[in-house]
């Protein structure tokens, strides 16, 4: 009778362990699907970006950016980074199709070479222009893109979080897989740490300066991404954001890239 019981209570502890870890799935699926529920219908935007990065030595140097954004039902949204200062970057421009599944697209003009050049899925963990900032982390995060895991709650800047594991399901990421901190008021990205096929932790990005608009859509003014191997950062800061532009897919050609001083 014991060794019944205790193969049943075994049983028991594998199917309720089992059934744990898909409750975390499910709602880590659960909360990053709202988090993507409450950013849709923003038609397109634009705004104007100040990218400052810092080495190791804490010298900075500064980049002015301009950003549209489209949204895309049913895949990932299109986006044009064009670069209007300093000089020797002026020009500079990134045209970016994200997809769920399917490879993502990029292309990067460079007005020295007058060529557009398009970006390797396989060259997507190498980092955008110099900053600490990959060029897959310029892409949407479309939620079909991971496998989530629900690891818990806390308290981060005062904010009650959600914590969520996310692995990538697209090919050639350089990440093995991101922790999310996610407010639970308003399901707004505050943090993400990145980690690489090591495991080890890579970069963290702290997401704060919040700004609502249309009533609805809340952006962060203020991004810093943390690289924690090589000590450098870069700081993204954002203003002058406009919605409902009007935006069309003819926007976002690569013909445009050419075009975008």
């Not at 019944?4 to 699907?33: P, Q, R, Y």
């Not at 899925?121 to 949407?140: H, I, Q, R, T």
């Not at 895991?149 to 399901?169: A, S």
Request: net charge neutral; proline share 2%.
């Amino acid at each position: 009778m014991r060794l019944i019981s205790t193969v049943v209570a075994l049983m028991l502890a594998v199917s309720a362990g089992s059934l744990f870890a898909e409750t975390d799935k499910n709602k880590g699926i659960e909360i990053m699907t709202e988090v993507d529920v409450r950013d849709e219908g923003f038609e397109d935007f634009s705004a104007q970006i100040s990218m400052v990065l810092e080495d190791n030595n804490g010298n900075k140097s500064t980049r002015l950016m301009e950003v549209k954004n489209l949204e895309v039902k049913n895949d990932g949204d299109k986006r044009l980074l064009v670069f209007k200062e300093p000089s020797d970057v002026s020009g500079t421009a990134l045209l970016t199709y994200s997809h769920i599944l399917e490879d993502d697209e990029q292309w990067l003009y460079l007005p020295a070479l007058k060529r557009v050049k398009r970006i390797s899925s396989s060259n997507k963990s190498g980092p955008f222009v110099g900053s600490e900032f990959a060029y897959e982390d310029m892409l949407s995060q479309e939620v079909e893109k991971y496998e989530y895991v629900f690891l818990g709650e806390e308290n981060f800047k005062g904010l009650e979080c959600f914590i969520v594991e996310r692995k990538p399901r697209y090919k050639n990421s350089g990440y093995n897989k991101h922790k999310v901190w996610i407010d639970k008021k308003h399901f707004r990205y505050q943090k993400i740490e990145y980690f690489d096929h090591q495991d080890s932790h890579l970069k963290t990005l702290v997401l704060t300066d919040y700004e609502q608009f249309l009533n609805k859509f809340w952006r962060a003014k203020e991004m810093v991404m943390t690289n924690h191997q090589t000590q450098k950062s870069t700081a993204m800061y954002w203003k002058r954001f406009s919605f409902s532009n009007g935006y069309s897919d003819s926007d976002f050609t690569k013909s445009v890239l050419k075009r975008s001083r």
